[in-house]
């Protein structure tokens, strides 16, 4: 969807909002859990993020696509949920996983394993360092798009990227270091 499409409207119809949902729905709920850890959680800012994306159609200025602005207020919607007594008291963390059926177990079980090992180390960063990292690794965007979603300089993304980047390499190397016996 062309943001120049939205732009225009004054109002979403629902073919509009299921269409949204359609190509940005795994994006945006993605995007919340990498911010929450919590699939349910999730479940919930994405639905939000839609009903506040149809409700507030008239903020859609169309300065960046509808990808980032369908991140940006599920970024918000998070932050808020985070931020919430129930999350503080609730943290579930789950592995995203890959299905293939052209692994062996054994090869599907240490790929599991790995992968939820960077994933656990991705959540441990702090969140202005997650989410940069998630943004621009996960979801490709560019420096300029992650600082329209963050409403920060493009500076300090680049910034927030570096020190994610650094610490992730510094955890990875921790984890395969080992001692000799």
Known sequence: MSPDSLKHMTAMDPLTLEELMKEYGQDVWSFAYSITK?????????????????????????????????????RNISLNYRNSAFFRRVLLIEAWTSSGSDRSAEQ???????????????????VKQREVLVLHAKYQLSLLEIARILDVPEGTVKSRLFGARKRMSNLLKEEFTYEPV
């Open 38 to 74: 919590n699939r349910a959680m999730a479940d919930d800012v994405a639905q939000d993020a839609f009903l506040q994306a149809y409700r507030n159609l008239v903020s859609f200025r169309g300065e960046a696509s509808v990808r980032t602005w369908l991140l940006r207020i599920a």
């Open 108 to 126: 599907a079980f240490f790929e599991q394993e790995a992968a939820n090992d960077v994933w656990k180390h991705v959540f441990s960063l702090p």
